[in-house]
């Protein structure tokens, strides 16, 4: 095999594991992020939301969808390096 080949199929093989675990671990400290669908229904909030509450909601939103998208990463650096291994 090529050496550009062989490289490619070790830094894929290390990557799956560190990319995969890391993304464990975000998904199961934050949670997958809740999708709300209202059916077109507005609501009258009465109270007022807390600054502090609404960004570490958006803090868990956003480090549950980039755990979810280090796991996805993964499974494509695993697949990359089983396709090149075939080759």
Do not use: H, W
């Amino acid at each position: 095999m090529d050496i550009v080949i062989l490289r490619l199929i070790s830094i894929s093989d290390l990557m799956t594991p560190i990319l995969g675990l890391a993304g464990a671990i975000l998904v199961f400290n934050y949670g997958i992020p809740k999708v709300i669908d209202n059916q077109g229904y507005e609501f009258l909030q009465i109270e007022q939301l807390n600054k502090d509450e609404e960004l570490k909601i958006k803090k868990y939103k956003r480090n549950g969808r980039f755990g979810i998208l280090l796991i996805v990463y993964s499974f494509v650096f695993q697949l990359v390096s089983t396709i090149l291994k075939m080759l």
